[in-house]
């Protein structure tokens, strides 16, 4: 069954502490994604990697940090320099190829709480 | 600064009758747009798309319609059904490879039997 999964569901950590957010695809998507979405606002991206060993920084990447060492696995990094980690993160990939502007696929999702 | 705006947090029609939701854009560069749905803990799925080439673009009981000179899309969904209850996004894009896409805020539309 193809698909991206993200766990866990739900994660609470305290304040000060770095936290990492798994995100796996078997769909052989080249492209994966970090968004972060806030109540009344859309999803903003924090980082994005197009191949392996390789990422960018999207529109709010301070306090995070990525690794892309395989294709399949995009986890995100949470540190404590975040100043507002409480918030719901959202996994992405896409295929590229012959079809660049190809849809985005989503994970169901981290909610993260910060306490 | 938002440059998709989705200025309608929800709402709320009859089944059968017709569901518009709107989107509103300031980026002129943005030349795809997309709309995904999305239930309660579940991630966003896509629904349909269309091209800055294009003014419409129909999959069944769903069309976008875009209009350049106003910046402005809208989804129709004709007839809504309570299956369709759920939020809504609009995203754009002006790269070839969507990696700037925009999100909206969303829209919650609700479908009531």
């Known amino acids: 069954d193809g698909g991206i999964t993200q766990s866990p569901k739900y994660l609470f950590r305290k304040e000060g502490q770095n936290v990492t957010l798994s995100c796996e695809q078997n769909?052989?998507?080249?492209?994966m994604y970090w968004y972060r979405q806030d109540p009344g606002q859309g999803l903003r991206l924090i980082y994005y990697?197009?191949?392996?060993?390789?990422?960018q920084k999207g529109d709010i990447a301070e306090g995070y940090s990525v690794s892309r060492e395989k294709k399949e696995s995009f986890p995100l990094t949470v540190t404590s320099a975040q100043k507002n980690p409480t918030a719901f993160y959202l996994c992405a990939s896409r295929p590229m190829g012959l079809a660049p502007r190809n849809e985005q696929f989503f994970g169901p999702g981290t909610r993260l709480t910060v306490l | 600064d938002q440059q998709v705006k989705q200025n309608s947090p929800s709402l709320s029609v009859q089944e059968g009758r017709i569901s518009i939701l709107n989107c509103d854009y300031t980026n002129s560069m943005f030349d795809y747009f997309l709309w995904y749905k999305k239930y309660p803990a579940e991630g966003p799925t896509f629904l349909i798309s269309i091209s800055s080439i294009k003014d419409k673009n129909e999959d069944g009981r769903f069309t976008v319609f875009l209009n350049k000179s106003a910046k402005h899309l809208s989804l129709h969904i004709v007839p809504s059904q309570p299956g369709d209850s759920a939020v809504y996004f609009c995203?754009?894009?002006?790269?070839?490879?969507?990696?700037?896409?925009?999100f909206g805020a969303g829209t919650r539309l609700t479908v009531k039997p």
């Open positions: 990697s197009q191949i392996v060993n390789d990422f």
């Open positions: 995203a754009a894009s002006g790269n070839d490879n969507n990696n700037d896409m925009r």
């Open positions: 769909l052989n998507h080249d492209a």
